[in-house]
């Protein structure tokens, strides 16, 4: 790797971890360095990339723990239905292309961005910390969102925070404590499934995780203790799905950018 690469993948992985850990997609940012400027397969980029995924949500997981943001107790339905979905996507995964998953991906996107933009007061309201969600409800969507993140990995946290916020009444700091906490527990169990088949290239992915652990933890350590967390990490959700979209559907293109 050459000094201008390192900077890269550091930099860039701080981004990522700063963004997955208030919204998501994140790793559109890491793949995008593993595969164009460090030049790794698509299927071994998939692989290296979980190195920092573990690391930024590990330290994102402390980061929202030691300011009392990670209620596990309520959360234990949401956690062991999406661990399990993230096996099978994870199995899945190393033995089949996501390039036709990337296509219905970029659909998805464009139907979550309405679902975000419409009735905001959804998602800033406080914490429904006795609402109950039916399990008939939560374990076959959890399931699913399980299924994608360990499919693909790319757009897992919007997806499951709309799900948390929306439908389990979680705040969007409260849901986003969650959502790392499960994201790191079944990136150890895809870690193992992805260094089996050999699609880990070590030196490279602990290089982006320095980077992802730096922002994951820095942003959830900040963010529990700030008074409108909840309200920026709204909006830098709708950033994030919007800048998502546009590139998914080539629309710079329109401007002859």
Known sequence: ?????????????????????LAGNGSAITLSILTEVLGLPG????????????????????????????NIVRSKTIIVSTIIGAIIGGLV????????????????????LF????????????????FKLSAWIAIPVFLAMGFYGGFIQMGMGIFFLAATVLLAKYDIIEANAVKVMIVFFYTIL???????????????????????????????????NFPRANVWAYR????????????????TSLFGW
């Open 190 to 224: 895809l870690i193992a499934l992805f260094q089996w088949k050999g699609l880990i290239n070590w030196k490279i992915g602990f290089i982006i995780a320095i980077g992802q652990a730096s922002g994951g933890y820095l942003t959830a350590h900040y963010a529990s």
């Open 93 to 112: 995964a190393i033995n089949v292309s996501n390039e036709q998953f990337k296509f219905v991906f970029k659909f998805l996107m464009l139907f979550m």
């Open 115 to 130: 679902v975000i933009l419409i009735k905001p007061k959804r998602w800033l309201q406080k914490s429904q910390k006795d």
């Open 1 to 21: 790797m050459e000094p201008l690469q390192y900077i890269i993948a550091v930099g860039g992985g701080f981004l990522a971890g700063v963004l997955n850990t």
């Open 236 to 251: 830098i959700l709708i950033l994030v799905v919007i800048a998502v979209v546009i590139r998914l559907f080539d629309l």
């Open 43 to 70: 299927n071994m980029a998939n692989g290296t990339n979980r190195v920092g995924v573990l690391f930024q949500t590990g330290a994102s997981t402390l980061g929202f723990k030691n300011n009392d943001k990670l």
